[in-house]
């Protein structure tokens, strides 16, 4: 029985899904005025883990994602680069899809735009104000908060409480400072489209209600992104959502943790964030994946160079079981025989710990287990036949490459390259010479690096390169 937390309620709950054998689920996307980081990659890449066990068991699963292609960030951006708003989010979703694709993230079965359904989100604004859920002010329009009455009910928060609270925007057209912004009219120089109440452009929340109940319908099964979605995002969405259909909007609720640095959110507006695309040049996408993995998708997960590398040595047994199974299965002496190992119990546990809300933590303790028990039969002769490695295979195969994918299935050596390794072993040798005052060293590694156009870059969580 898979069962999930669902923070609509506060607690796991048994998985059903409306229609019987399938899913509808609608991911949050990224805001596209830049490269994403790794805190929205652990996003990313724990709902592409998710998907991938929903489908393990069977389901169909009808995946979306948006993507939010205007915005007052975007806007923003085309200033600061002097282009046009469509040109900074056209190329900010292409740098979006290959940096999704090298992390083995699987394509969502489409990735709609706001900019492409300014006519379904004006209709739903329209339903809105025609229910008198949402007013008009001179061309701005706001959804009245006070008219729904279970406001507050995904992020517990009672509207008292929220309405005393100093983060609300103000705006003095507001009838209450919770109301927030459907449609925002345009300014001078801004992106807009037409409306009934003039020249504007959608808020950020109804792009995600009008689009999910377009392509899902107006009750689907799952909804997921970061907590920080959780208020107001999401909230505003089921107010928006359940006002205009007069359903019930999403039946579970999946809410990721940070990732952090230091103990604070990596985040674009702090600043202390790295792109997935800095990352990756590092470190293989199956050791970021892996990383993650590791950890329960709910809680806090704090980000560090030593934490990758040894999420890195870990992988590699993992990988070099598969690369060893895989030289095996090539193997024309082995014999025909019928195996004695048990793959049934790691199929159960594994089953097990993610039907228990998606525990990847102990699916990957699992692999572990399972890499200790395969190992020692292909030490043993007597044991290593061409059934177990056919089985072997098997299930890393559907555990490790198609749930998780974190193994290289081209057999490259996985993790650095020689060259890789021999670079970090300077970057260790010239940690020690500073922390011996080695000065002259220390420098001295990081001038010949730079010659032979190695760039070291230093910050609190340790050193990387770049190549120049
Ligand atoms: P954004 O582009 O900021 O709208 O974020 C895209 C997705 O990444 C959303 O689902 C966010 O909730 C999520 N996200 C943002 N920052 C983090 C973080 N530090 N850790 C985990 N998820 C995050
Ligand atoms: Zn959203």
């Given at each position: 029985?898979?069962?999930?937390?669902?923070t609509?309620?506060?607690?796991?709950?048994?998985?059903?899904?409306?229609?019987?054998?399938?899913?509808?689920?609608?991911?949050?996307?990224?805001?596209?005025?830049?490269?994403?980081?790794?805190?929205?990659?652990r996003?990313?890449?724990?709902?592409?883990?998710?998907?991938?066990?929903?489908e393990?068991?069977?389901?169909?699963?009808?995946?979306?994602?948006?993507?939010?292609?205007?915005?007052?960030k975007?806007?923003?951006?085309?200033?600061?680069?002097?282009?046009?708003?469509?040109?900074?989010?056209?190329?900010?979703?292409?740098?979006?899809?290959?940096?999704?694709?090298?992390?083995?993230?699987?394509?969502?079965?489409?990735?709609p735009?706001?900019?492409?359904?300014?006519?379904?989100?004006?209709?739903?604004?329209?339903?809105?104000?025609?229910?008198?859920?949402a007013?008009?002010?001179?061309g701005?329009?706001?959804?009245?908060?006070?008219?729904?009455?279970?406001?507050?009910?995904?992020?517990?928060?009672?509207?008292?409480?929220?309405?005393?609270?100093?983060?609300?925007?103000?705006?003095?057209?507001?009838?209450?400072?919770?109301?927030?912004?459907?449609?925002?009219?345009?300014?001078?120089?801004?992106?807009?489209?037409?409306?009934?109440?003039?020249?504007?452009?959608?808020?950020?929340?109804?792009?995600?209600?009008?689009?999910?109940?377009?392509?899902?319908?107006?009750?689907?099964?799952?909804?997921?992104g970061?907590?920080?979605l959780?208020?107001?995002?999401?909230?505003?969405?089921?107010?928006?959502?359940?006002?205009?259909?007069?359903?019930?909007?999403?039946?579970?609720?999946?809410?990721?943790?940070?990732?952090?640095?230091?103990?604070?959110?990596?985040?674009?507006?702090?600043?202390?964030?790295?792109?997935?695309?800095?990352?990756?040049?590092?470190?293989?996408a199956?050791?970021?994946?892996?990383?993650?993995?590791?950890?329960?998708?709910?809680?806090?997960?704090?980000?560090?160079?030593?934490?990758?590398?040894?999420?890195?040595?870990?992988?590699?047994?993992?990988?070099?079981?598969?690369?060893?199974?895989?030289?095996?299965?090539?193997?024309?002496?082995?014999?025909?025989?019928?195996t004695?190992?048990?793959?049934?119990?790691?199929?159960?546990?594994?089953?097990?710990?993610?039907?228990?809300?998606?525990?990847?933590a102990?699916?990957?303790?699992?692999?572990?287990?399972?890499?200790?028990?395969?190992?020692?039969?292909?030490?043993?002769?007597?044991?290593l036949?061409?059934k177990?490695?056919?089985?072997?295979?098997?299930?890393?195969?559907?555990?490790?490459?198609?749930?998780f994918?974190?193994i290289?299935?081209?057999?490259?050596?996985?993790?650095?390259?020689?060259?890789?390794?021999?670079?970090n072993?300077?970057?260790?040798?010239?940690?020690d010479?500073?922390?011996?005052?080695?000065?002259?060293?220390?420098?001295?590694?990081?001038?010949?690096?730079?010659?032979?156009?190695?760039i070291?870059?230093?910050?609190?969580?340790?050193?990387?390169?770049?190549?120049?």
């Open positions: 029985m898979l069962t999930i937390y669902n609509l309620n506060k607690r796991k709950e048994e998985f059903k899904p409306i229609k019987e054998g399938e899913i509808k689920m609608y991911v949050c996307g990224p805001t596209v005025y830049d490269y994403f980081h790794i805190g929205n990659a996003t990313f890449i724990m709902s592409d883990i998710i998907r991938k066990y929903l393990y068991k069977g389901y169909k699963v009808t995946y979306l994602m948006n993507l939010t292609d205007i915005d007052d975007i806007i923003k951006k085309s200033i600061e680069e002097k282009k046009d708003a469509r040109v900074v989010a056209e190329n900010y979703i292409n740098a979006f899809f290959e940096d999704i694709e090298k992390l083995k993230v699987k394509k969502a079965d489409d990735y735009k706001a900019t492409a359904h300014i006519d379904d989100i004006v209709a739903m604004i329209k339903k809105l104000v025609d229910k008198g859920a007013y008009n002010v001179d701005n329009v706001f959804y009245d908060v006070s008219k729904f009455n279970e406001y507050g009910k995904l992020s517990g928060k009672k509207i008292d409480e929220l309405e005393s609270g100093a983060r609300i925007e103000i705006n003095e057209a507001k009838k209450n400072p919770l109301d927030f912004s459907l449609w925002k009219k345009a300014k001078e120089g801004e992106p807009f489209w037409d409306s009934p109440w003039g020249k504007g452009r959608p808020g950020w929340h109804i792009e995600c209600s009008a689009m999910s109940c377009k392509h899902l319908g107006e009750t689907f099964d799952i909804h997921a970061g907590n920080d959780i208020f107001p995002h999401h909230e505003n969405e089921i107010a928006q959502s359940e006002a205009a259909t007069g359903k019930h909007f999403v039946n579970y609720w999946i809410h990721f943790g940070f990732l952090n640095i230091d103990n604070q959110k990596m985040s674009k507006s702090l600043g202390n964030f790295f792109t997935a695309r800095d990352v990756l040049k590092t470190y293989p199956e050791v970021l994946r892996f990383f993650f993995a590791q950890t329960y998708y709910r809680g806090p997960l704090n980000y560090s160079i030593d934490l990758l590398n040894s999420a890195q040595k870990g992988l590699e047994k993992i990988q070099n079981l598969y690369e060893r199974l895989v030289q095996e299965s090539k193997n024309a002496s082995l014999t025909d025989a019928e004695d190992f048990d793959f049934k119990p790691f199929y159960a546990e594994f089953e097990r710990a993610m039907d228990d809300d998606f525990n990847t102990q699916g990957i303790a699992l692999l572990f287990d399972f890499s200790r028990e395969a190992n020692k039969y292909l030490s043993d002769s007597s044991k036949n061409k177990f490695v056919e089985g072997a295979l098997q299930f890393l195969n559907k555990v490790a490459v198609n749930v994918s974190i290289n299935t081209e057999g490259k050596q996985m993790g650095n390259s020689i060259e890789d390794e021999l670079i072993l300077l970057i260790s040798i010239r940690l010479a500073k922390k011996n005052k080695n000065f002259a060293l220390s420098d001295k590694i990081r001038d010949d690096l730079k010659e032979l156009g190695i070291l870059q230093d910050s609190k969580e340790g050193t990387t390169y770049k190549r120049a």
